[in-house]
């Protein structure tokens, strides 16, 4: 089912490229999205002719997740659409679609979430926590993997905007900017057997 705020999908990594992906190389290229309705696309689909894709990896029940909120949203007025499409991606083992629309639709997210079944999406790009963002360039490639800062507010001295110089230097195509940054937050759960989600860490 769909809200208007939420167009609802089904995150699956996609078996053709499942025998022939490299670390970093074309990652977007074999993610297929599924809709409620059953209609399939990609990713590649879904932002094709943009600069930049920005894949948010959340979770409803996350503290970090929820304090970045207002961080992830503002990338939506900050870069322009057209050449900047920012996605959500949970993860977690157990978690409803269903479930975390509602918590999203409550807190007023914008982007739209994505669902992760068996955390086979996460498990390829190599997250293992929320909010970990992962940015692709126009071609899949993984550009940049880690934090979106280092948990101080925009403006405040001190803070080192990761996610945003990671962008500005795919839209400005150059390399000179972190590929990788330190990850915190709370560990995505990879089967309903193990520990639930770890207590959110952060550094200041």
Do not use: K
Not at 57 to 73: E, G, H, N, T
Not at 136 to 149: F, H, Q, T
Not at 156 to 162: C, L, Q, S
């Amino acid at each position: 089912m769909a809200t208007s705020r939420h167009l609802v999908l089904t995150l699956l990594l996609g078996t053709a490229c499942a025998t022939s992906r490299h670390a970093g190389t074309r990652a977007a290229d074999g993610l297929a999205l599924v809709a409620g309705d059953g209609t399939a696309t990609t990713i590649h689909d879904r932002c094709q002719g943009r600069d930049a894709t920005v894949l948010v990896f959340w979770s409803a029940s996350c503290p970090c997740v929820r304090r970045y909120q207002q961080r992830i949203d503002a990338l939506l007025d900050d870069y322009p659409a057209a050449r900047v499409c920012v996605l959500g991606v949970s993860s977690n083992a157990g978690d409803q679609l269903t479930d975390v629309l509602r918590v999203a639709d409550q807190r007023g997210v914008r982007i739209p979430i994505l669902r992760d079944e068996g955390g086979r999406v996460a498990d390829a790009l190599g997250v293992r926590s929320t909010p970990t963002v992962v940015v692709l360039d126009a071609a899949g490639e993984v550009r940049y993997l880690g934090w979106i800062d280092n948990e101080r507010l925009p403006g405040e001295p001190g803070r080192e905007a990761w996610l945003e110089r990671a962008l500005h230097g795919v839209l400005e195509r150059r390399d000179a900017f972190a590929h990788r940054s330190p990850t915190y937050g709370c560990a995505i759960t990879r089967s309903l057997l193990g520990s639930q989600s770890s207590p959110c860490c952060s550094i200041h």
